[in-house]
Each structure stands twice: as C-alpha cells, then as structure tokens.
C-alpha cells in the first residue's frame, strides 16, 4: 500500500480483519496513495513509510514489516482530522483524507432526546434478507448482479409463497450458477489466485525470447487446469495433493485429463513449460513444475 505493493492490501486485512473495507472486498491503493502512477501518497501513507524504512533496512520483507508499521502509527492523525488512524480505520473511514469522516445519525425526528434510525435503503439490519441472498449467491457464483426483473420476480415470491419458496429459488439459482460457463473458467479459477499466482511471472504469455523462443518462467496454468478440474464436478479434492497427471484445455475450454512426463512445447516456439515428472513422482501442485 505505502509503496504500491499488491501484496499490501492482504497484510492490511489480516492486522484488521474486522474492518468493513476487508469483508468481502479489496482494500483499494487510496488507503495510501494519492496516485499510484506516477507514485505519492496520503498522510497517512507518508507515515507509513516513514516506520517501514527502519523496519526493512535489515532486509526484513515489506510484507513482513507492513504489520507492525500500521501499528506503530494507530494512534497518530496522519489526516489531522482529529481521529486517531486506529479509530478511523475499524470504522471504515480513510485515515489518510481529512474529507472522510464518520457521520452519526442526525436522528431527532423520533421524539426528545431520542435518536430516529433511518432505514437501510440496501438490505435489511440485523435480520436474514432473502434479496441480499440473491444478490450474494448471483454475484459471487455466477459473476453479474440479478437483473431489476429477477429481484421484483424473487421479492413477490416471498409475499405470494413464502420464505421457504424463496430458500427454494435461491438454491435453484446457486445450483445453476455452479453449473455455469462463468464460474468453471473464472470464478473457481480466481479462488486459486492467493495460492497459485506469483505476484511477478512470466507465464505462458510471455514475450521475453532468447534465440527465437519465448522463455516461460512460472508457468502456473498448470496449477490453475488442475484446480479447476478438482474443484469441479464432485471431485475427490485430495488429488490437489495426490494427482499422478496433470490437466490440459481444449480449444473448446473443455478440461481432460493427461498423463505421463510432458516435455517443453517447442513446438509452440516456447522453451521450457513442460512438465518431466513421472508420474510415480508426482504429488499433484507440490510436485508441478514452473521453471
């Protein structure tokens, strides 16, 4: 984050893993920066910086140092907004911009003394939300938000038939999604991305060449065919450890299964990118071969 590093926003929500910014999104570069291209930084990014060059010139990782650093400035005010950066950050205000503040309810409306609690115009507080559900379940198995006729349809469902209809429905929708092109290519593919995507390769993709050949360094769609073969279709998911074969893509985006050592595809004007293992060597992604 102080230095545009991807890794940073995971090491951000795992010393606040109760901040709203980390449950079920990504911690965004502003947090720090004030532009990532060319490079600057808020407050509260400068003050960051400032504790990480002590904490990394023993070669300490950035990762590695980037927890205690947010820790050493919890109770500065890097955006001199009179809130400590601590305070701001469990409530999901920007620590680094003076203009981003926690607002309380204006109430009053209720009676004296009393506070009046508006509605929440998304989704229920504190309660199940059968329509939340629905956005949830389209949005993270299927890859689109449900269409303005869809949500009506599922909404007078409950109040023609009921929850239980609803429950219903959404188990139709999860099945079908689970079932779908989008989330066999994309969606079961980027749950792997924390463990299989270095966050530098040259990858199957690459353009880097010696002689006329393009050199693949971390070629990890093996990796990622085999991930979504056996997250797939009721799979047996210790093969990620116990795979004897790998797993190839056909033209079609059909996934099959191969076996026996791979050499380097020259034929496909790349060196390296094979996979020479045996097969009675193979212990599935401990075992695939980047280099």
Known sequence: MAQARPEAPRAFCETYPEVPECAGVVVT?????????????NGFGLDLLAELGPLTADGTSFEEALPEALQLIELEDSDGDGVSNRDEILVGTRAGD???????????S????EDEILPNPWYALGEYDPAFALRRVLVLYCGRSPTYEQLQEFVALGETSGAEAQRTRLHEHLSSCLAGEWWRTTGVTEL???KVKPIKAVGSETKVEIAG?????????????????IMTEDRDVRDLLLADYHVVEGEDGGLEIITGAIGDPTNLGQLAGGQPLQPDKRAGMMTTQWF
């Open 192 to 194: 792997a991305d924390p």
């Open 98 to 108: 003076a203009t981003s503040v926690w607002l309380p309810d204006p109430g009053g």
């Open 29 to 41: 570069c502003d947090t720090c920066h004030l532009s990532t291209d060319p490079p600057s930084w």
């Open 110 to 113: 209720a009676g004296e003394g």
């Open 213 to 229: 050949f393009r050199v693949v360094l971390a070629d990890y769609d093996w990796d990622y065919r085999l991930w979504r073969w």
